[in-house]
C-alpha cells in the first residue's frame, strides 16, 4: 500500500504560483510514477502532468506546458508540481496519484490517490 497526502493549494490571483507537494508513506515510493490530475466542477478528471520512477521521463498536458513543472526527491518521498503563471482555467480540485514504474494518462491505470487539495485562481 501507498498512502498520498497533498498540500500546497490555496486562493491566489491570476499571474500568481503555486508549488503543489504530494508526499507517499508505506511501500518502496521510488518504484512509481505519479501523475498529477485536476478536476474542475462538472468535468472530467484529467491528466496535466506526471513523471516516471526515475524522474527521467515527464509529461505534460499542452494547456500547461511552459507553467507547469513537475520533480520528484526519491529520498523525500516526495513529488513536486510548480505551477507559474496560473490562470482562472486552472482552478480546479489537484489529486496525485501513483502507479508502478511508467507514466500512463488514464486515471483508472493509477493505483493510489491522494485526497485531493483546492486550487483557486481568481480574476
Known amino acids: 500500500q501507498v498512502q498520498l497526502v497533498e498540500s500546497g493549494g490555496g486562493l491566489v490571483q491570476a499571474g500568481a504560483s503555486l508549488r503543489l507537494s504530494c508526499a507517499a508513506s508505506?511501500?518502496?515510493?521510488?518504484?512509481?510514477?505519479v501523475g498529477w490530475f485536476r478536476q474542475a466542477p462538472g468535468k472530467e478528471r484529467e491528466l496535466v502532468a506526471a513523471?516516471?520512477?526515475?524522474?527521467?521521463?515527464?509529461y505534460y498536458a499542452d494547456s500547461v506546458k511552459g507553467r507547469f513543472t513537475i520533480s520528484r526527491v526519491n529520498a523525500r518521498n516526495t513529488v513536486y508540481l510548480q505551477m507559474n503563471s496560473l490562470n482562472v482555467e486552472d482552478t480546479a480540485v489537484y489529486y496525485c496519484a501513483a502507479r508502478p514504474t511508467a507514466i500512463k494518462m488514464a486515471p483508472g491505470a493509477y493505483d493510489y490517490w491522494g485526497q485531493g487539495t483546492q486550487v483557486t485562481v481568481s480574476s
Open positions: 513523471i516516471n520512477w526515475s524522474g527521467g521521463s515527464t
Open positions: 508505506g511501500r518502496t515510493f521510488s518504484g512509481y510514477a
